[in-house]
Nanobody, 122 residues
Framework: QVHLVESGGDLVQPGGSLILSCEVSGLIFSITPMGWYRQAAGKERELVAMIANSGRTRYADFVKGRFTISRDNAKNTAYLRMNSVKPEDTAIYYC????????????????WGQGTQVTVSS
């Protein structure tokens, strides 16, 4: 079975930093594009950042220059480094694995973790 486990969520002050981790098991991590999403209370889930198996990255405009997505294929882990956080970054952060259609683990919905809470407040 495929499992994604996020960790690192916490209460952090505005302007502070945080690193989220997403450990993946049950699929071929090195060839799997990964993404971080977030969902604030009362709002829809939105894309934060994505990283391809090649290492190419893409970011939502609201985090450009502040957040960095990365991956360590040896550890089957994706990361989201969050700098200069703002109160509006408060949300549950989810990681998602999106195997390609040629991947034996492909599924149209991808695979989601359970989420980790990030709260930005003084």
């Amino acid at each position: 079975q495929v499992h994604l486990v996020e960790s690192g969520g916490d209460l952090v002050q505005p302007g502070g930093s945080l690193i989220l981790s997403c450990e993946v098991s049950g699929l071929i991590f090195s060839i799997t594009p990964m993404g971080w999403y977030r969902q604030a209370a009362g709002k829809e889930r939105e894309l934060v950042a994505m990283i391809a198996n090649s290492g190419r990255t893409r970011y939502a405009d609201f985090v450009k220059g502040r957040f960095t997505i990365s991956r360590d294929n040896a550890k089957n882990t994706a990361y989201l480094r969050m700098n200069s956080v703002k109160p509006e970054d408060t949300a549950i952060y989810y990681c998602k694995a999106t195997p390609s259609t040629s991947d034996p683990y492909y599924t149209a919905d991808g695979y989601w973790g359970q989420g980790t809470q990030v709260t930005v407040s003084s």
